[in-house]
């Protein structure tokens, strides 16, 4: 029998606080999505002004993450490597999304979730989803 580990309401909700709090020490607007082990929305937070679009790309990039097991930008740096690059339609469905800022959440060598940021340069989208998912870390480390 396969028992899989997955994030729960309480580690959405500390990752989506901590991305939240440095975005609005910024005077930033994002949007904020967070997965289970499945790639499935847990939590999603939308900051007032962040752009409408970013809701369905936040949790394309947490589904993402979550599904390939890697950050979406790296999905996405293979997709356009001129000699070895692939069409992301091969994968088979539409959520799948080779922007930065998705990010899975390893626990104990596995993928338990991710969290992802959009509407933000991606290096910004990338930085906060890694700040979220070290928030979720550190949350496991004190249990």
Known sequence: ??????????????????????????????????ADAHGELIALLRLDGAPLASIVIAANKAWTAARERKPTRELGQAAREPQTGFDMAYFGDPRYIGWGGGQPVISEGAVVGAVAVSGLPELEDMELAQLGAAAIAALSLLK
């Open 1 to 34: 029998m396969h028992r899989q580990v997955s994030l729960g309401h309480a580690e959405a909700q500390q990752a989506i606080a901590t991305i939240q709090a440095e975005l609005l020490r910024r005077q930033r607007a994002a949007v904020i999505a967070v």
